[in-house]
């Protein structure tokens, strides 16, 4: 079994930065991939950033790409998304999602076996 629990969400200015967090614990073969999604009101869940555990390769959505990064710390097995310039349309529920191994990074949700309960951010213009 996986447990994650993600934080640091909030509301921001439009331009500003935020970093979030996914706390894992369990067992390392069910989280070889830590991923982000975020769903906004009235929207699918879509995929954010995605990263494996085993060779650190990322895998980011083009909406975020060079505003965006994922990273993670093994020590404290914690998968950040470092989040800049933010825009009034990454508002969203963003949530943390995890999986064993897999040919590379999925985007689809129902390739992912465990969830967070996500962390609120909101972004004014």
């Known amino acids: 079994q996986v447990r994650l629990e993600e934080s640091g969400g909030g509301s921001v200015q439009a331009g500003a930065s935020l970093r979030l967090s996914c706390a894992a614990s369990?067992?390392?073969?069910?989280?070889?991939?830590t991923s982000w999604f975020r769903q906004a009101p009235g929207k699918e869940r879509e995929f954010v950033a995605g990263?494996?555990?085993?060779?650190?390769?990322?895998h980011l959505a083009e909406s975020i790409k060079g505003r965006f990064t994922i990273s993670r710390d093994s020590a404290e097995n914690t998968v950040y998304l470092q989040m800049n310039t933010l825009r009034p349309e990454d508002t969203a529920v963003y949530v943390c999602?995890?999986?064993?191994?897999?040919?590379?990074?999925?985007?689809?949700?129902?390739?992912?076996?465990?969830w967070g309960r996500g962390t609120q951010v909101t972004v004014s213009s």
């Open positions: 369990g067992s390392d073969f069910h989280r070889d991939i």
């Open positions: 990263i494996n555990r085993l060779d650190s390769s990322v």
């Open positions: 999602a995890a999986r064993g191994p897999w040919p590379q990074i999925p985007t689809e949700t129902n390739l992912y076996a465990y």
